[in-house]
């Protein structure tokens, strides 16, 4: 398996797809969702038209799911059980970015978690949070349960606007370094990630020790 950095959210809906996108592009990385609950809206489709060059740096799933729900529900519906200790991972040179789907403690399959699939495979992870009333609670459970699993956290990225007490108080308490940060992008395209990746290039590849080319 190449080197790989699991993209790990402290819930659903928190900027993880659009984070790996320009993280992707930062780094020169490729992707890949091993678990894609939801056939109409794939987060892979929507790297893939993010990415320069999105098509080749972009990895089919290794389970795609039709139910947008729980990985676990979905499967039940599916008829399908979920076991990655057998997935076939992606052939790259590059680093590869694996996004897990919803929460750390989300379940995987009908007994696994996401942090059960990255502790199995452990991967460097980074944390994608957002500041918003309850962050700060949520996102050092989250660092609390990587850190009990043995996970190494490579760094936090917020996705949105920043919030310098919450980040402050978060780095300081948990000992995880703020990495990067994501505005807001109203726009959404291959230029606005290429520009928010050239704003975060320099510090992301020191804070990750990935060499610049």
């Given at each position: 398996?190449n080197?790989?950095?699991?993209?790990?959210?402290?819930?659903t809906?928190?900027?993880?797809?659009?984070?790996?996108?320009?993280?992707?592009?930062?780094?020169?990385?490729?992707?890949?969702?091993?678990?894609?609950?939801?056939?109409?809206?794939?987060d892979?489709?929507?790297?893939?038209?993010?990415?320069?060059?999105?098509?080749?740096?972009?990895?089919?799933?290794?389970?795609?799911?039709?139910?947008?729900?729980?990985?676990?529900?979905?499967?039940?519906?599916?008829?399908?059980?979920?076991?990655?200790?057998?997935?076939?991972?992606?052939?790259?040179?590059?680093?590869?970015?694996?996004?897990?789907?919803?929460?750390?403690?989300?379940?995987?399959?009908?007994?696994?978690?996401?942090?059960?699939?990255?502790?199995?495979?452990?991967?460097?992870?980074?944390?994608?949070?957002?500041?918003?009333?309850?962050?700060?609670?949520?996102?050092?459970?989250?660092?609390?349960v990587?850190?009990?699993?043995?996970?190494?956290?490579?760094?936090?990225?917020?996705?949105?606007?920043?919030?310098?007490?919450?980040?402050?108080?978060?780095?300081?308490?948990?000992?995880?370094?703020?990495?990067?940060?994501?505005?807001?992008?109203?726009?959404?395209?291959?230029?606005?990630?290429?520009?928010?990746?050239?704003?975060?290039?320099?510090?992301?590849?020191?804070?990750?020790?990935?060499?610049?080319?």
């Open positions: 398996m080197y790989s950095i699991a993209i790990l959210g402290i819930h809906g928190i900027g993880k797809t659009v984070a790996s996108a320009v993280i992707a592009e930062a780094i020169g990385a490729d992707y890949w969702k091993p678990v894609q609950a939801g056939i109409e809206e794939r892979a489709v929507v790297v893939k038209q993010l990415l320069m060059n999105g098509e080749e740096r972009v990895h089919p799933e290794a389970l795609l799911l039709t139910q947008p729900m729980s990985p676990h529900a979905a499967a039940a519906i599916d008829g399908v059980v979920i076991d990655y200790t057998k997935f076939k991972w992606p052939k790259t040179d590059k680093v590869l970015l694996v996004e897990t789907a919803g929460g750390i403690l989300s379940p995987m399959s009908g007994n696994t978690t996401m942090a059960d699939f990255v502790a199995h495979y452990s991967l460097p992870s980074i944390l994608v949070v957002q500041n918003y009333l309850g962050s700060i609670n949520h996102t050092l459970l989250s660092i609390e990587l850190k009990s699993r043995g996970i190494d956290l490579l760094g936090i990225v917020i996705c949105g606007a920043a919030y310098k007490s919450s980040e402050s108080f978060i780095e300081q308490y948990a000992g995880v370094q703020v990495i990067a940060r994501i505005p807001h992008i109203d726009k959404l395209d291959k230029t606005s990630v290429q520009q928010c990746a050239n704003d975060i290039r320099e510090n992301l590849q020191r804070a990750l020790n990935i060499p610049t080319e």
